[in-house]
């Protein structure tokens, strides 16, 4: 009789555990969908491109990012008008309000990944740590897959 | 043409048959339905707008170049440069993928060709690893500044260079048409940076093609 009241309290407290613990965890408040690195040879800067939603109630913004692979990345913005194409630095970051998303894409928004440290492959996962502004934590780890320049 | 032997009857009933003059008008309908310029063209036609090829480069094998190096076949050439790494990859992507999709022979007949204009940074050994990554056929060539305007002038496209920043990197801005010129290394059309795949393969197999 002892050792089942026992074996029934301690049922009772881990699932009491359990659920406190599920209330802890908190909805992820963003969430980073189709996240690339388009190989370019020759040592010259690649771009990464992917989608950022905003699930939480706060105004976010990408205000910069770092990748151990790369010596240096900015958010560019590609501008093209009157048949000439230019990039823009976005020293603004980029604003994200709740429930929408910031897509990262050809011809648009990218991260300029400049001064590859290695060569690359298709096919490589390299990490690319995405710094917020409005969530915590600020610094996002975000796996990015290397795929052939020919992809969009 | 069927029925030439009675000529006069034979006219009677052009006015109910398919003539060329109607296949062309339904043609030019559809194209312009499809969002295509009065000509039909998705890119732009340049045909007698601007002065034939002609320039003094150094290619990606370092080999001092004239437009003799594309005599004699078509040409589709963009002016970029290497350090850029969203709009030169997609436009000569699709260049490359839009190639593959014409009809032989003239496929294989098409030459491709990237005009570095940022020669500080791009040497044959830096434009040849680039243009492989697109397509075997692609030829890189770069050259000094003066030899890279009187080729830019010529068709009236322009470049420049933003301050560099800390590290020594720096932005170039530069045109975004692809330029196809014919056989005869007469500029002929403008694929503008917006034009995806099909309609590139289908403007370059209709100039490839004309007569």
């Known amino acids: 009789m002892k050792l089942a009241s026992a074996i029934v309290a301690l049922v009772v407290l881990l699932a009491g555990a359990l659920w406190w613990v599920g209330q802890m965890a908190p909805e992820s408040p963003i969430e980073v969908d189709n996240a690339r690195v388009r190989l370019v040879p020759g040592g010259g800067p690649m771009a990464g491109y992917m989608e950022i939603r905003n699930h939480s109630d706060d105004v976010i913004r990408l205000v910069g990012a770092a990748s151990p692979a790369f010596g240096n990345v900015m958010i560019h913005r590609t501008i093209l008008s009157d048949g000439r194409a230019r990039m823009q630095h976005q020293s603004d970051g980029v604003r994200i309000v709740p429930g929408d998303s910031a897509v990262f894409k050809p011809r648009d928004l990218h991260l300029m990944l400049m001064q590859p440290k290695g060569a690359l492959e298709v096919g490589d996962q390299v990490e690319i740590v995405l710094r917020f502004e409005g969530i915590a934590p600020a610094e996002w780890p975000v796996a990015f897959t290397v795929v052939p320049v020919t992809l969009e | ?211």
């Open chain 2, 1 to 211: 043409m069927a029925g030439g032997v009675h000529g006069r009857t034979g006219d009677v009933g052009v006015s109910l048959a398919v003539t060329p003059g109607r296949i062309i008008a339904t043609i030019a309908l559809v194209l312009l339905a499809a969002g295509c310029d009065d000509e039909g063209w998705h890119g732009k036609n340049i045909t007698g707008l601007m002065p034939e090829l002609e320039f003094r480069l150094t290619d990606e094998n370092g080999n001092r170049v004239s437009e003799d190096v594309f005599a004699g076949r078509p040409v589709a050439m963009y002016f970029g440069f290497t350090h850029c790494p969203d709009i030169c990859p997609t436009t000569l992507a699709r260049l490359a993928a839009a190639t593959r999709r014409l009809p032989e022979p003239i496929s294989q007949d098409l030459q491709l060709a990237f005009v570095s204009v940022d020669p500080a940074r791009d040497g044959p050994e830096q434009l040849d690893k680039y243009t492989g990554a697109f397509s075997d056929r692609m030829l890189g060539l770069t050259g000094t500044q003066k030899q890279l305007q009187a080729l830019t002038r010529r068709y009236r496209i322009t470049y420049g260079y933003d301050e560099p920043d800390a590290n020594g990197d720096y932005e170039v801005s530069h045109s975004s048409a692809i330029f196809v010129f014919d056989a005869e290394l007469e500029p002929r059309l403008m694929l503008l940076d917006s034009l995806e795949v099909p309609q590139m393969a289908e403007d370059l197999e209709r100039l490839l093609t004309m007569p």
